[in-house]
């Protein structure tokens, strides 16, 4: 099995967890004494029904490809960076300290030296659970978790105590200097530059997995890490590489949050974008296309279900049920194709 | 110093490692039988939201508990039902569950309750508080042991009968070798699988009990996200404890410790993440230090 392209058979299975599990939703709602149609209707229309909902669906997709491909680009070579979170909140914090303490350097200096510190602090942060993992044989998906708690409770301290706001903002940092924030690229929407970086991002990435040989061999050792191994590769550098890239990604998605949306560090900045990310990518095996579609769809869901809310009353939560859903329903689906496969088998020796 | 180490530190510490001990149990066994279940805390959340649905409708804390049990019952069904039937990644699931949990909450509490955030009635019946009598006469015991929510007193009978369970009974042989040797299980004609599934619904239940704990027993209401990382501190529990009931017990008491001085000390001026870090922290030192071990001995057998 190819656990990285997504043929026919599997883009089918896909597109049947997620009607499925819309087709639940609307059961819900139709329990709830709602229309279905109209809900979907509104959610459709919410997320593309004009202009200005296209723009805020877009701006959604930003954390959501960063942390879909950071998750994809570790998980290739097999280690399972789940740690995402925390690592955007260390490199939103690590980009903001640099925009309000150097508020006089020129714009595009200032931007890159805040985008590339948050790198190193996302990065610098998944290199623990890494290294445990490739030298101690710890497994990484519990110390990610444990650190995800840890870099929230740490940039929390920082934003109370010795990095409190002092210009008046409530319960974050202070605001990055002026000139850093990314512009608009709509009035009234929120849609501004990060949108094109994260595509020149996605690009590198997929140019990354796809066109040059560290790509391939990301996944030859994910696949067969014994085989990858006799073949002469490092596997152990390759895995601790692909780790220090995906909490690169995590850490830029922070710094992204900041300059594009706040404009200081909050302690609930993100809601969750890490989980979301790695689980998009999941859905989609790591494919770096299929990350981008896949996330305009999360993204979507999300911006649609608050017009769902205004205009029927159906709580927009609905969508974090639908999403649950569709993840379940994916996750089994080897196990569902199996099951029927054994009942078909069973039918014909009858 | 007098006012942080008193006795009452003490009573909280019991007080805020309930839940975590009850969720650990639970988290143990299917660690036990070989599964990693990091829907802990979706688990948890579940249950404390239909334990308020229970008592509010029926105006009994027991129907409260009863259908926190019933939504245990059914996502540890459910968590059963992907991860052993339908060999889904344990983490996908966990994350799916955690989401699950967080989502449908808050959707049932605006749609049930018609409220946002958070939702509290005095239609709402708590948890009896238990008073021991005898215990009056001895007024340190009393000030730490006495008094508490009813829960506190079950999860600690509940630790006894896990170890029980676990490592006097048949069954908890079978449970624990669905997890080491499931081949040596199944030639010895007991199903690894039916194991798994006893260990992830009664992981539910317990985290059902968890849950009913957080929003009947320690406060009368429900809010988002209530359960607060506690299933993930109840997964450190859990290592810092090595699967094993008794020590997982006092790991718990330890974070509840800590969680507890985490309170004091803010009031003095130190800053309570730390504190609230430091289980986290301990859980990392804890898998190093074991894999240190594993490692020396690997090393010497080798020789």
Known sequence: ?350 | MKDIFNLSLLQNMIRTATPLILAALGGLLTMQSGILNIGMEGMILLGAFFAVVGSYFFASSAMGVGLAVISGILIGLLFGIFVIELKSDEFVIGVAINILGAGLTVFLLRTIFGVKGAFSSPDIIPLPDINIGFLAKFPVLDAIFNNHSIFVYISWILVILVYIFLFKTPMGYWLRASGESPAALETAGVSPKKMKYISSILCGILCGFAGAHLSLGYLTLFTENMSANKGFIALSVIIFGSSHPIKAFFAALLFGFFDALGIRLQSVGIPSQFTQMIPYIATIVVLFIVSQKTFQRRKSSEV
């Open chain 1, 1 to 350: 099995m190819n656990k990285f392209k997504l043929d026919g058979e599997y883009i089918l299975s896909i597109t049947a967890s997620i009607l499925l599990a819309l087709i639940l939703g609307g059961i819900i709602m139709i329990f709830n004494g709602k229309n279905p149609i109209q809900g979907y209707g509104a959610l459709i229309t919410g997320a593309f029904g004009s202009k200005y909902a296209l723009a805020t669906t877009f701006t959604k997709t930003v954390p959501l490809i960063l942390t879909g491909l950071a998750t994809a680009i570790a998980f290739m070579t097999g280690i399972f960076n789940i740690g995402g979170e925390g690592q955007l909140y260390l490199g939103a914090f690590a980009a903001t300290y640099i925009g309000f303490t150097f508020k006089g350097l020129p714009v595009s200096l200032g931007v890159i030296l805040a985008t590339i510190c948050a790198a190193i602090a996302g990065a610098a942060l998944s290199y623990i659970p890494a290294i445990l993992k490739v030298k101690f044989k710890i497994d990484e998906v519990i110390v990610c978790v444990m650190l995800n708690s840890i870099a929230m409770l740490f940039t929390g301290y920082l934003v109370n105590y010795p990095f409190k706001a002092t210009d008046g903002s409530m319960g974050g940092s202070n605001l990055i200097a002026d000139q850093y924030k990314f512009s608009k690229l709509m009035d009234v929407s929120k849609l501004n530059t990060s949108i094109i970086y994260t595509a020149m991002i996605a690009i590198f990435i997929y140019y990354l997995i796809k066109k040059t040989s560290y790509g391939y061999d990301f996944k030859m050792i994910g696949e067969n890490n014994l085989f990858a191994k006799y073949m002469g590769l490092a596997t152990e550098k390759y895995m601790i590489v692909a780790m220090l890239i995906s909490g690169a990604l995590c850490g830029i998605a922070g710094a992204f949050e900041v300059y594009g949306l706040h404009y200081r560090f909050l302690p609930n900045l993100s809601k969750g974008y890490a989980f979301d990310g790695m689980l998009i990518a999941l859905i989609v095996k790591n494919n770096p296309l299929g990350i981008i579609i896949m996330s305009i769809f999360f993204a979507a869901l999300k911006t649609g279900s608050v017009v769902m809310e205004l205009e029927t009353g159906i709580s927009s939560e609905l969508v974090a049920v639908i999403q649950a859903l569709i993840i379940l329903f994916m996750a089994g689906e080897t196990g569902f194709k199996e099951f029927f496969k054994r009942k078909n088998l069973s039918k014909k020796g009858a």
